[in-house]
């Protein structure tokens, strides 16, 4: 089933429709870091037409990179979990430069999967105003996934990327949007929100 069939059955099965509160919003950029590249770049040029739209349309771009100091000290369960990490300061750590922040927008630097987990990213949405998060990136099922329903806990109201996330494999992309359409997140793409932003929907 191709990934347009997938996310229409999805939107059938879980009707939860919301429409973004543009002055509200803000684009959470997760972990577009060299580390995963080799997953990220089908999503690549979509997200970074969104990003520039988000500036141009004055919407707020945050964005988190994940990095570890010493996995001895700061890598708890995760740095278990896999047995190595990514460590701050090497060139897996680095953002893609495709899409690079540009100097107003907000880098929340985190070491575990969700962006609010002992990072000032709630306190910097609360100053903005937010109450609406556009969440991409990588990994759909990690650090994207944990996020969002870590966000949607925290009331905001999660619009998820669906062709604007990446993660290993397919079925683990699939798996993943289809928990955060039953019970965090509006399931929402790219092209969808450019058109949002710009006035043509």
Known sequence: MRNEEFLRELRQSFPHAGTLHVKQSALLVVDMQEYFRPMAGEILPRLAELIATCHLMGVPVIYTQHSHQDSSRDGGMLAQWWGQVILAGSF?????????????????????????????????????????????????????????????????????????????????????????AFGFAYLVTCDQIIRLLVGDE
């Not at 899409?99 to 000032?120: C, G, H, M, Q």
């Not at 990588?138 to 996020?147: A, G, I, P």
């Open 92 to 180: 897996d750590a680095q953002l893609m430069p495709e899409i690079a922040p540009l100097a107003e927008d907000k880098l929340v630097p985190k070491n575990r999967y969700s962006a609010f987990y002992k990072t000032d990213l709630e306190e910097h949405l609360h100053k903005l105003g937010v109450t609406d998060l556009l969440i991409g990136g990588v990994m759909t099922n990690l650090c994207c996934e944990t996020t969002a329903r870590d966000a949607f806990v925290r009331d905001y109201r999660v619009f998820f990327l669906a062709d604007g996330t990446a993660t290993a494999t397919q079925d683990f992309q699939r798996a993943s949007l289809t928990n955060l």
